[in-house]
């Protein structure tokens, strides 16, 4: 398996707080990105980084901003959690950019389940 | 919009069978097809395609993509319980590069 461990497993908090999830990779991969995955919905892309204090938008990204100050380290905030936001966060890493996935595939984390009441 | 869709969305089978699962696309900027199975947390990478008629395998699972007609299929034989996951499908494309995921299909199988 991959070296990704995500923190925490599981989360709840009430609307209008800010919330941090952490993805911790061991297998110094540039490439990092934040999933959410919600039923009836694929895996969407929220945030993704290419490298230190690199990072860039997804296809869902309002609501959420990243940082990444170090190569193993890729932080995930809900600035003001709404119910919306509710839902599995995964991490995923490669080496390689998803233009080059024919030969570097994404490897996930176990997830987040964040419940926002 | 770029999309990817599978089918069906759900099915239950018995140990032993074969089973055949859909993965249509129609996205720009094709460059390659993922398949992933998702037990109950991360989705583990299982095979991706770029090519056309070339058959990728991995024991019972084995899949192929067929770039004219737009879709692939991932087959299963001789099903165990421990292929009961969601299999996800996703496309590397568009205009951006980006892996544009099909909301899975699950399967379940019976003992």
């Known amino acids: 398996d991959a070296g990704i461990t995500q923190s925490p497993r599981h989360k709840v908090t009430e609307t209008g707080t800010p919330v941090t999830l952490r993805c911790h990779q061991t297998e110094n991969h540039r490439y990092m990105y934040w999933y959410r995955q919600d039923p009836g919905h694929g895996l969407r892309l929220i945030h993704y980084?290419?490298?230190?204090?690199?990072?860039d938008k997804g296809e869902v990204s309002d609501g959420y901003s990243v940082s990444r100050s170090k190569t193993e380290d890729f932080l995930l905030t809900l600035e003001s959690a709404t119910s919306s936001q509710t839902s599995v966060y995964f991490c995923?890493?490669?080496?390689?950019?998803?233009?080059?996935?024919?030969?570097?595939?994404?490897?996930f984390g176990n997830g987040t389940r964040l419940t926002v009441t | 919009e770029d999309k990817v869709v599978q089918s069906p969305l759900s099915l239950v089978v018995h140990e032993g069978d074969t089973v055949t699962l859909n993965c249509s696309y129609e996205v720009t900027n094709f460059r390659s097809l993922l398949w992933y199975k998702q037990e109950k947390k991360a989705p583990t990478f299982l095979f991706m395609l770029?090519?056309?008629?070339i058959e990728k395998k991995s024991g019972r699972l084995s899949s192929i993509l067929d770039k004219k007609e737009l879709f692939s299929i991932l087959n299963i034989t001789a099903t165990q319980t421990g292929d009961s996951a969601v299999y996800l499908c996703a496309v590397v494309g568009g205009a951006t590069n980006k892996l544009i995921f099909g909301t899975g299909t699950l399967l379940a199988v019976q003992p």
């Open positions: 995923a890493i490669s080496e390689r950019g998803i233009r080059w996935s024919y030969n570097s595939p994404l490897h």
């Open positions: 770029t090519s056309s008629g």
């Open positions: 980084s290419y490298g230190v204090k690199d990072t």
